[in-house]
């Protein structure tokens, strides 16, 4: 089902506007392509002027930053934001992963108060495309699940576990999905992901807890 999403975007193409664009920076980011999705937020970046033939007709962004989809079309701005959180943080598949979808245009960066589900804030940095430190706040307490791209151990007295089963927390509830019907004249192509591994531990409403290159 991953590969078959992958080549539905692909032949959709990557030429868009608005919506459309934000839609698709955000899939790309979902298929843990984030040079695909850099690319379209650089064209989303687009310088447009917005005067004569110049109007934003082939999408990108006015000087005033909405996005060029005459006259503006503000899911454009929207969703390429969602995108670019979404390059860094993902918490839709039953964990919080960090670093999901790292462009190689951003080897080395820092970003502060991103927020996944169940009330939990994200610092992290990360250097040539290796986490050095994440501090995860959590407001509402309960499991923090998450995955890491490159080893990781707890600062400080928290104590990492692997994890086991279905995630306790109930924000993290994942959807039941049936087996996908595959023709047999197809051979069904596996995705190939990132290596990973996913921790667990237990979190308290109001306290912070912290992770550091290994």
Request: aromatic content about 8%.
């Amino acid at each position: 089902m991953f590969e078959a999403a992958r080549t539905t975007l692909t032949q959709r193409g990557d030429v868009s506007t608005g919506w459309s664009m934000g839609w698709k920076v955000n899939f790309w980011a979902r298929m843990q392509d984030g040079n695909h999705a850099y690319q379209l937020l650089t064209e989303q970046l687009h310088l447009r002027s917005g005067a004569g033939g110049n109007s934003g007709e082939g999408g990108g962004t006015y000087p005033n930053l909405l996005d060029a989809h005459p006259p503006f079309q503000i899911d454009g701005n929207f969703g390429c934001t969602a995108g670019l959180a979404e390059l860094l943080v993902q918490s839709h598949d039953g964990v919080i992963d960090l670093l999901p979808a790292l462009p190689a245009a951003w080897p080395t960066g820092a970003v502060t108060g991103l927020v996944a589900r169940g009330g939990y804030v994200v610092d992290l940095a990360w250097n040539q495309g290796k986490i050095t430190r994440v501090r995860i706040s959590s407001r509402l307490g309960g499991n923090c699940r998450v995955r890491v791209h490159s080893p990781v151990v707890a600062a400080g007295r928290l104590k990492l576990r692997p994890a086991q089963g279905d995630n306790s927390n109930p924000f993290y509830e994942t959807s039941v999905v049936k087996p996908p019907l595959v023709s047999a004249q197809t051979t069904a192509k596996q995705p190939a992901l990132a290596p990973s591994v996913v921790y667990d531990f237990p979190t308290q409403a109001g306290q912070a807890y912290e992770l550091k290159a290994q």
